[in-house]
């Protein structure tokens, strides 16, 4: 394989995280489902973040967040997402450039403002999620440079941001580019509602063999592939992709890459803070180990190592030295 720019270029959703706590009373008010993610338009989102009180925000986007993680720990990465030319928009540029991350998408004008994540955080450390994806859904093909896709070792792929058409054919001709430069296509399902509304979409991508490393838990796995349990669906999923992983919350995770299987247990943690994030530093931290060859059993450490580590805390960015936390398992 050529020596490569990037270890990791993801696309996804540029949004900016604000972040409340209230309670089940709250959550139903507002008809939300806890642990969820719903999609809400701009009157909405003003009207549920004036409902919230005081909050904290912080630039966000899961795959936006994952690459945040690969920066931390270590790794060179990239990101493609569109953003509006607005204060938001300003704040998330700066914060993703600030962690060392490649980000070269320009804000646009007319197309309304940079997206947000509205997130209640209930005493059971669940987030649920109501995402305005303003600016991010505009995302066009043009915003993609094959030659950028061909000099990442990796594409990563936000499953939120396969809803709107043209983010859709952004990441098409993403992919694409990837296969033409042998490139690795990672691509994670993102939410229950994703797989709801695009199974069929999904299920081609696979059988294509458009993706070679799907992430999923343990929800959007039984979905997509219409079983029971997991080990029936990692049976059904797993010969159409390399490697398929799934999250399993505090049972940890497990992935299979062919006649391969690896499990890992969660790590301990002191306290459960803030769920936020969980699944997109647990991929931070599988890619680290896949764009390094660690295999199957170092990845997946990785990446409870990472996941352990922003569920201690609100918010979906790493707040420690994730290289120093993982430096056992690197070196």
């Given at each position: 394989?050529p020596d490569r720019r990037l270890d990791v270029l993801a696309i996804g959703n540029a949004i900016v995280d604000v972040i409340a706590n209230a309670d089940d009373a709250f959550l139903a008010a507002h008809g939300m489902h806890k642990g969820a993610?719903?999609?809400?338009?701009?009157?909405?989102?003003?009207?549920?973040?004036?409902?919230?009180?005081?909050?904290?925000?912080?630039?966000?986007?899961?795959?936006?967040?994952?690459?945040?993680?690969?920066?931390?720990?270590?790794?060179?990465?990239?990101?493609?997402?569109?953003?509006?030319?607005?204060?938001?928009?300003?704040?998330?540029?700066?914060?993703?450039?600030?962690?060392?991350?490649?980000?070269?998408?320009?804000?646009?004008?007319?197309?309304?403002?940079?997206?947000?994540?509205?997130?209640?955080?209930?005493?059971?450390?669940?987030?649920?999620?109501?995402?305005?994806?303003?600016?991010?859904?505009?995302?066009?093909?043009?915003?993609?440079?094959?030659?950028?896709?061909?000099?990442?070792?990796?594409?990563?792929?936000?499953?939120?941001?396969?809803?709107?058409?043209?983010?859709?054919?952004?990441?098409?001709?993403?992919?694409?580019?990837?296969?033409?430069?042998?490139?690795?296509?990672?691509?994670?399902?993102?939410?229950?509602?994703?797989?709801?509304?695009?199974?069929?979409?999904?299920?081609?991508?696979?059988?294509?063999?458009?993706?070679?490393?799907?992430?999923?838990?343990?929800?959007?796995?039984?979905?997509?592939?219409?079983?029971?349990?997991?080990?029936?669906?990692?049976?059904?999923?797993?010969?159409?992709?390399?490697?398929?992983?799934?999250t399993m919350s505090e049972k940890g995770a497990l992935a299979v890459r062919g006649s391969q299987r690896a499990q890992v247990r969660a790590q301990p943690i002191s306290a459960l803070v803030d769920t936020t994030g969980a699944g997109d530093l647990?991929?931070?931290?599988?890619?680290?180990?896949?764009?390094?060859?660690?295999?199957?059993?170092?990845?997946?450490?990785?990446?409870?190592?990472?996941?352990?580590?922003?569920?201690?805390?609100?918010?979906?960015?790493?707040?420690?030295?994730?290289?120093?936390?993982?430096?056992?398992?690197?070196?």
């Amino acid at each position: 394989m050529p020596d490569r720019r990037l270890d990791v270029l993801a696309i996804g959703n540029a949004i900016v995280d604000v972040i409340a706590n209230a309670d089940d009373a709250f959550l139903a008010a507002h008809g939300m489902h806890k642990g969820a993610m719903q999609l809400i338009d701009e009157v909405q989102a003003a009207k549920l973040y004036e409902a919230m009180g005081a909050a904290r925000e912080a630039s966000g986007g899961s795959a936006a967040n994952t690459v945040a993680g690969l920066a931390s720990l270590g790794l060179k990465a990239g990101f493609i997402g569109q953003l509006a030319s607005d204060q938001l928009g300003a704040i998330f540029s700066h914060d993703i450039r600030s962690l060392g991350v490649a980000f070269d998408t320009p804000p646009r004008d007319g197309i309304g403002a940079t997206g947000s994540c509205l997130i209640v955080v209930t005493p059971d450390a669940q987030r649920t999620m109501n995402t305005f994806l303003g600016a991010a859904q505009v995302l066009e093909a043009d915003a993609v440079d094959p030659g950028a896709v061909a000099q990442a070792a990796i594409l990563y792929l936000e499953g939120y941001l396969w809803d709107p058409e043209g983010p859709r054919r952004a990441m098409y001709k993403a992919m694409d580019a990837a296969r033409d430069a042998g490139t690795k296509v990672a691509f994670t399902l993102s939410d229950s509602f994703v797989v709801d509304r695009h199974r069929a979409d999904l299920l081609s991508l696979l059988e294509q063999r458009r993706i070679d490393i799907l992430f999923g838990n343990e929800i959007e796995i039984l979905q997509l592939a219409g079983a029971t349990d997991v080990e029936r669906a990692v049976t059904a999923i797993a010969p159409q992709v390399q490697t398929v992983v799934v999250t399993m919350s505090e049972k940890g995770a497990l992935a299979v890459r062919g006649s391969q299987r690896a499990q890992v247990r969660a790590q301990p943690i002191s306290a459960l803070v803030d769920t936020t994030g969980a699944g997109d530093l647990f991929a931070a931290g599988f890619l680290a180990g896949e764009a390094r060859g660690l295999g199957l059993d170092k990845s997946l450490k990785l990446g409870a190592i990472c996941a352990a580590e922003v569920i201690q805390h609100y918010g979906a960015r790493p707040e420690a030295d994730l290289r120093a936390l993982a430096k056992s398992v690197l070196d």
